[in-house]
């Protein structure tokens, strides 16, 4: 059961910053990414609801919050009903999750959900985030080409993809027009400076200046003129690298809506994760948060952990070995539509995400994989309220305290 309380008074009436208009609703102009495995559940994203922002929950393998689904797929020795079992418990887990964050924000904010195109079962969670009401629907990790198809029975949810340069705006403009549909708001994430996976090809394209942000915001607002979508007013929201209220201001000047963060709201109070896996986020260095190559096929940022130094020592010898030696999903339940290790693919990693990853979120230094933004956090190692993360991204105060 979510925990429940009367928030206090959103901060809007203390903020400097203009408001994020959005379907008639006047938010906060921030919005917290979405983690997985399950570091942004409930208590984050209905927290961060509660305030008047955007909370958002990240949709993937989310029953290891709920030991009875944890328990309901142990043990089954049939791969098809064991993939079958845990796909059903993931949905579970979803739609408390969404209800769960829905009755903390007590009818403020948004709450949206994360849901990764490059997960083999994004479609059942679109259609299960959907049917159990949250507000928006939040697609990366691959181009969200038949999202609007996905959605056509809920058109009261908002659909926002993430992208990382002008073309790829373009591309999703183009393709989702012709389906009749826009864009409610474009995330533009730079892979230079975001968590977990990132929008380039390979982990050498992350510094291309075409994700700069000065060239992606007018690159796009261009676009929406030539394309006939001026008068439109689909909001952008920059992510990553964003830890301050001087660039949240200053985003906001060239054009941006809203800004996203997801590392510094991992590391609050009401972030769903473990104790320990807060404190690996909080004790990272810029040397020791390092790109690499995830067995979804993206580039990938995380913690220099004791499992990703003996990876990242193998990782070319892996790679190198892993053609022509596939095998089943060491999980059984196949949680990605391309899978380096599963499909023996050299160019990707040859490890298990969801494994690393659920051992991170249990706060497992010596097993997990911990996500990461690359920049400092605004509190450097200490850990506070959500309330307090965003009093100071919306005035600039609060960090002596």
């Not at 208009?21 to 938010?27: C, E, M, V």
């Not at 195109?117 to 679109?126: I, L, N, P, T, W």
């Not at 896996?277 to 020791?288: D, M, N, Q, S």
């Amino acid at each position: 059961m979510p925990d429940l309380h009367e928030p206090p008074a959103p901060l809007s009436s203390v903020s400097p910053l203009p408001p994020f208009i959005f379907r008639g609703k006047t938010l906060l102009p921030i919005v917290q990414g979405g983690m997985g495995v399950a570091i942004s559940a409930h208590k984050l994203a209905g927290a961060v609801a509660a305030e008047n922002a955007v909370g958002t929950i990240a949709s993937v393998d989310l029953r290891h919050h709920h030991p009875d689904l944890l328990e309901m797929t142990r043990r089954i020795k049939d791969r098809e009903l064991n993939k079958a079992t845990i796909w059903k418990a993931n949905r579970i887990a979803l739609d408390r999750e969404i209800r769960g964050a829905l009755e903390i924000a007590q009818g403020r904010g948004l709450v949206a959900v994360n849901v990764m195109r490059a997960v083999s079962q994004y479609q059942e969670y679109v259609r299960q985030s959907c049917e159990s009401g949250a507000h928006a629907i939040v697609m990366g990790a691959g181009l969200p080409l038949d999202l609007p198809d996905l959605t056509t029975d809920f058109p009261e949810v908002a659909l926002f993809p993430i992208l990382s340069d002008v073309r790829g705006v373009v591309l999703i403009l183009k393709k989702w027009m012709r389906k009749k549909r826009l864009p409610d708001a474009i995330v533009i994430e730079h892979p230079a400076y975001a968590g977990g996976h990132l929008g380039a090809q390979q982990k050498e394209d992350v510094n291309d200046p075409r994700f700069n942000f000065d060239v992606v915001l007018p690159g796009v607002l261009q676009a929406f003129k030539d394309l006939g979508l001026e008068s439109e007013h689909i909001p952008l929201i920059p992510a990553g690298g964003i830890s301050s209220h001087a660039q949240i201001r200053e985003l906001l000047g060239m054009g941006a809506s809203a800004v996203q963060l997801g590392t510094a709201f991992a590391v609050t109070e009401e972030g769903d994760a473990h104790l320990e896996f807060k404190k690996v986020l909080l004790g990272a260095t810029e040397e020791t948060v390092v790109e690499f190559m995830s067995c979804a096929g993206l580039p990938a940022r995380a913690v220099r952990t004791p499992w990703l130094e003996n990876y990242l020592a193998r990782e070319q010898k892996l790679m190198r070995a892993a053609e022509g030696k596939q095998h089943q999903c060491t999980l059984a339940w196949d949680c990605l539509v391309t899978c380096g290790l599963r499909d023996a693919n050299p160019k990707h990693g040859q490890f298990c995400i969801d494994h690393q990853l659920a051992a991170a979120v249990r706060g497992e230094l010596k097993h997990g994989l911990f996500f990461r933004g690359k920049t400092k956090l605004p509190f450097g190692q200490r850990i506070r309220p959500v309330r307090d993360l965003i009093r100071y991204l919306m005035t600039g105060e609060g960090l002596e305290t």
